[in-house]
Nanobody
Framework: QVQVVESGGGLVQAGGSLRLSCAPS????????VGWYRQVPAGKVRDLVAVVFSGGSIHYDDSVKGRFTISRDNAKNTLYLQMDSLKPEDTAIYFC???????????WGQGTQVTVSS
């Protein structure tokens, strides 16, 4: 079973930046679609934030377009999410998801907390 570890969360003031990292125990390049989801406090749904598809195309949720940048570095075996101009409404637990659109649901990390203060 693949272990997925996220890092980089924390507390930041509005307007600040954070970079999340995600590293699987296996090879990142073995996964087709890789992305980030988030779950707000007390929420039950994980919303897609950004995803890199196998062909290289990228999708962002409208709420983060122009502020967040997802990138995949197979050589470093790491998926990143650069988050700039953070807003209080970005406060959530962020999850790394590898192949989340497959029938088996993909491999997920435990999540990393991001808190943006106003």
């Amino acid at each position: 079973q693949v272990q997925v570890v996220e890092s980089g969360g924390g507390l930041v003031q509005a307007g600040g930046s954070l970079r999340l990292s995600c590293a699987p125990s296996g090879r990142l390049e073995s996964f087709s679609d890789v992305g980030w989801y988030r779950q707000v406090p007390a929420g039950k749904v994980r919303d897609l934030v950004a995803v890199v598809f196998s062909g290289g195309s990228i999708h962002y949720d409208d709420s983060v377009k122009g502020r967040f940048t997802i990138s995949r570095d197979n050589a470093k075996n790491t998926l990143y999410l650069q988050m700039d101009s953070l807003k209080p409404e970005d406060t959530a637990i962020y999850f790394c998801a590898l192949d989340p659109f497959t029938d088996y649901g993909g491999s997920w990390g435990q999540g990393t907390q991001v808190t943006v203060s106003s």
